[in-house]
């Protein structure tokens, strides 16, 4: 589910919005949380990582340029969309690394652009799109723990739920994020999820939910390389 912030002044105009974006997410299956801002003031306020972020920049006391400058001090990597009745602030969208604009009244054709854009820019870190049981669905990469061959296709085990998905290791390791490796011919884990390592003549990594695998001779120095090279990354 993605988690999608709202923050315009005008309730009015926060309504139409939701109402296009739900509309457009519905056409790519995707379910959408939102949370809604009033101000700048009170977005600054919320602590949650947003997936991505709808911001008026006509706004009272503090505008939505203001408002993403100051999310991007903080270390925000937050996707931006600007909204504005007028296109004559480019040069502040590319400073605070703006996504795209849409322009106020909203078009639908704008806004599916937008959302076209969005999903291309994070579909690819945060989630996964599979087909268990015949239904196409999302998951989150990040509750991904590990993934293993099964009779033909692969099962996907995550924090909460085991799905099947008919997609070979080499197809689906190219759609996944950086925190995962694959450490033998039938299985990819995910970084994130390492409870301990054995670094023997042979190598095992113990993952945390007790699933304890075993790396290929071929690919124990590229893996140990990958997990250290990884964790210093995630560090600065």
């Known amino acids: ?7 315009d002044d005008e ?3 926060r309504n139409s919005l939701k109402d296009l974006l739900m509309a457009c997410f519905a056409k790519f299956k995707i379910e959408v949380e939102f949370e809604e801002f009033e101000s700048a003031a009170s977005l600054l306020s919320y602590t949650t990582e947003l ?19 100051e999310l ?50 994070i579909f690819p870190k945060k989630y996964l799109k599979i087909v268990h049981m ?8 990040n509750d991904i723990i590990s993934i293993c061959t ?44 390492i409870a301990d ?7 095992q990594i113990k993952l945390i939910n007790g699933e304890v695998l075993s790396v290929s001779r071929r690919r124990k120095r590229e893996v140990n390389e990958y997990i250290i090279e990884y964790k210093l990354r995630q560090q600065s």
């Open 134 to 141: 015949r239904r196409e669905m999302v998951i989150s990469q």
């Open 51 to 69: 997936d991505a972020l709808l911001l008026d920049i006509d706004m009272p006391s503090m505008d939505g340029f203001e408002a993403a400058q």
């Open 150 to 193: 099964d009779y033909g296709g692969i099962q996907i085990h995550t924090v909460n739920n085991t799905y099947s998905h008919y997609e070979s290791l080499e197809k689906i390791i190219s759609r996944l994020n950086e925190a995962f490796i694959c450490v033998n011919r039938t299985t990819i884990l995910n970084i994130d999820y």
């Open 1 to 7: 589910m993605l988690k999608i912030g709202l923050c």
């Open 11 to 13: 309730e009015i105009a």
């Open 197 to 203: 390592i054995k670094n023997d003549k042979e190598m």
């Open 72 to 121: 991007r001090k903080r270390g925000s990597k937050v996707e931006i969309i600007m909204a504005t009745g007028m296109g004559s602030r480019f040069k502040e969208a590319f400073d605070i690394k703006a996504l795209q604009f849409i322009t106020k009244p909203f078009d639908i054709k704008e806004v599916e652009h937008a959302v076209n854009l969005l999903i291309k820019k």
